[in-house]
């Protein structure tokens, strides 16, 4: 079960070890916990939507639908609404009702609900930073973390369904400064433009903390169903931007493998791992 914030983050974080294990035959969940409703158009190719949430909520669950055909997985809307990214200084308060603004249990009780009826061995999420630091992915976060910690226990959340107890909770590190840093002096001494060296100054000033990174995933062989679903988000992603701007072949072999750090287990683990089911009974069978 990979639990996202929005529609298109399963397809920029750890997509292609979504797109590797459903190749393997194994049941992959995507959990988008918002519509995505209050997402900006961020493709200039991309023609104007009508304004107001349900237009938008509209065209991303058929981008999501798309995405998720590209990947070979099964999707689940957890129901609520996108809280928006907000800026100013002081910041505005959270839009009424939105995602990030419902208390935790509220928030949680449709996963720890969905764990209990998917029955996942492994749970993807991010880290406590949300990976940045957008509201819907800090809550994602919370939320995850809830049940993970909840859905076995038969005393919490009793009328969310019979208790199952995952095994292995993981945060995705999809843009860690280790990895940018690396296709960038590969970009450049390759002759190849790089887009990330602003992007590596910008991180490295606001002095953000690398986290441990304990698992990393071979997945190079779906590199092109996670592009797939990537372009299936066609008012989020650009398919002349950021995401298409390292070459496939280069990356195939700089950087051939995705990231995350295990966050908890309820199995013994070795690390570090190149399998996100590794310790997990009946896996290899």
């Known amino acids: 079960m990979a639990v996202h914030a929005h529609p298109d983050d399963e397809s920029s974080k750890g997509a292609a070890t979504t797109a590797r294990y459903a190749a393997d035959g194994v049941d992959v969940l995507v959990v988008t916990c918002t519509g995505g409703e209050r997402g900006d158009v961020l493709n200039p190719s991309y023609g104007p939507i009508e304004p107001g949430l349900e237009a938008m909520r509209a065209v991303r669950r058929l981008e999501m639908a ?10 689940h809307w957890l129901g609520f609404v996108d809280s928006g990214l907000p800026e100013g200084d002081p910041l505005p ?3 009424e009702g939105c995602f990030a603004a419902q208390p935790l249990e509220v928030a949680a009780a449709p996963l720890v609900a969905l764990v209990r009826e998917f029955r996942p061995h492994v749970i993807t999420t991010y880290d406590p930073t949300g990976g940045y630091p957008h509201p819907d992915h800090v809550m994602t976060h919370r939320v995850a973390v809830e049940a993970w910690d909840a859905a076995g226990d038969a005393s919490r959340y009793p009328q969310a369904g019979e208790p199952w107890e995952p095994l292995k909770l993981y945060y995705n590190h999809g843009f860690s400064l280790v990895r940018m840093r690396a296709v960038h002096d590969a970009l450049v001494a390759e002759g190849h433009p790089s887009p990330f060296g602003d992007w590596i100054d910008s991180r490295m000033a606001r002095e953000i903390p690398e986290r441990e990174v304990t698992t990393r995933v071979p997945v190079a062989e779906h590199f092109a169903a996670r592009d797939a679903a990537l372009r299936a988000h ?15 072949e280069l990356e195939a072999r700089l950087w051939p493998t995705e990231e995350y750090e295990l966050a908890a287990a ?18 290899a069978a």
């Open 66 to 75: 798309a995405a998720a055909q590209a990947l070979g997985v099964r999707q």
């Open 93 to 95: 308060p959270l839009p």
């Open 234 to 248: 066609a008012t989020q992603i650009d398919p002349d931007g950021f995401f298409f701007a390292v070459p496939r």
């Open 266 to 283: 309820r199995v013994p683990v070795t690390l570090p791992e190149d399998d996100l089911f590794a310790g997990v009974p009946g896996a």
